[in-house]
């Protein structure tokens, strides 16, 4: 027998082995358990099983019994919270009030999103626009990042003696790429800050920048190892996550506009 998977809390496992089925008299009741009294309703149940059937658990028998049987162990413990007065300290009061916010924004947010759906006209315009913004050239670079500006010149100074780039790079304060001899990978300039992107674009290849390029990062020494023509990924493979970025723009956009009519004291 296979376990649900990723259920919420600490499900006992022998219970996914001995529990008995549902009664069919407390389904009708619209509860699935009654605990000292205290019915656990139907629905409530059914939020745990959806939560669970996203995350991949398998709609069946032993999922509804295990989660079953964790609402059972939530609804004991809980009434032993209360016994102590625990549900009246301020602190579970304020974090339930946040539990509840999260609930209702998350559940609103949903409710936007289906009454405001991204057509795919808009998602298009926006792939259209990052192609256009990254450009026709992809570039390999390496970079050696120091505090000073006259730490730079003075790197810059050891590669005109001859010192190997790789060497240099191992005091730059980039953790990412020191070890690497500075590699940043393939990436296009439109990734990079602009003073960067901008000094990227300007070398030939298997040359470095013989003036440290100043973010606000600090300092860089930036070599050219190989340039390519752009692939970008097709449209179609990245259609989700460009939908959901500009739904997430759609409800930040919206959420500004409340703020902007709020009266806010």
Not at 130 to 148: F, P
Not at 196 to 203: K, R
């Amino acid at each position: 027998m296979q376990t649900p998977t990723k259920l919420a809390g600490a499900l006992v496992l022998a219970a996914l082995i001995s529990l008995p089925t549902l009664a069919a008299e407390k389904a009708k009741s619209g509860a699935v358990a009654t605990v000292n009294g205290v019915a656990i309703s139907q629905n409530l149940a059914n939020a745990f099983i959806n939560e669970q059937k996203a995350q991949g658990a398998p709609d069946s028998a032993e999922l509804k019994n295990a989660v079953r049987e964790e609402l059972i162990r939530r609804e004991l413990l809980t009434q032993e919270a209360k016994k102590l007065g625990l549900d009246k300290s301020a602190d579970v009061v304020a974090q339930t009030d946040l539990a509840r916010q999260a609930i209702l924004i998350r559940a609103f947010v949903q409710s936007y999103i289906k009454k405001n759906p991204i057509g795919d006209d808009k998602i298009k315009a926006a792939y259209d626009k990052i192609k256009a913004q990254a450009g026709s050239t992809d570039y390999k670079v390496r970079h050696i990042l120091v505090e000073r500006e006259d730490e730079a010149k003075t790197i810059i100074a050891n590669l005109k003696k001859g010192a190997k780039f790789d060497d240099l790079a191992k005091q730059s304060k980039d953790p990412g790429s020191k070890d690497k001899g500075g590699d940043l990978g393939w990436s296009s300039p439109a990734v990079f800050v602009k003073p960067f992107g901008d000094a990227i674009v300007g070398l030939s290849k298997g040359k470095y920048t013989e003036t440290p390029v100043k973010t606000d990062f600090g300092y860089h020494v930036i070599l050219l190892d190989d340039t390519r023509p752009a692939t970008p990924p097709p449209f179609e493979q990245v259609k989700p996550q460009l939908a959901q970025r500009l739904q997430q723009e759609q409800v930040q956009k919206y959420v500004a506009e409340l703020r902007d009519k709020a009266k806010i004291d």
